[in-house]
């Protein structure tokens, strides 16, 4: 058994967003966490679970949560935000 090599850490689904998220419809909630945002896909009803868009952001999620990089949080925030804009939960405000 070789014990030169690092172990990989489990995921941490604790990390924060790059940035909370209020949904403006739909499932009211606040979404502050890597684990906030899985609870939600997890929560979805099969139909919209089912949807590539969600596939993606729960993927985004887990590498995230995996390599806890800056980037990927980031990357999984934005994703996670299209999925919630294609379903109308979420509406970017406009910046003035």
Do not use: Y
């Amino acid at each position: 058994m070789r014990t030169d090599c690092p172990r990989p850490s489990a995921p941490d689904l604790t990390i924060p967003l790059a940035e909370p998220i209020t949904l403006t419809r739909g499932p009211g909630s606040h979404l502050v966490t890597l684990m906030d945002a899985a609870i939600l896909i997890r929560d979805l009803e099969p139909f919209r679970q089912s949807r590539p868009v969600w596939d993606r952001a729960a993927e985004m999620i887990l590498l995230a949560a995996a390599t806890r990089k800056r980037a990927d949080v980031a990357e999984a925030t934005r994703q996670v935000l299209v999925a919630l804009e294609r379903e109308n939960w979420w509406k970017q405000e406009a910046i003035e």
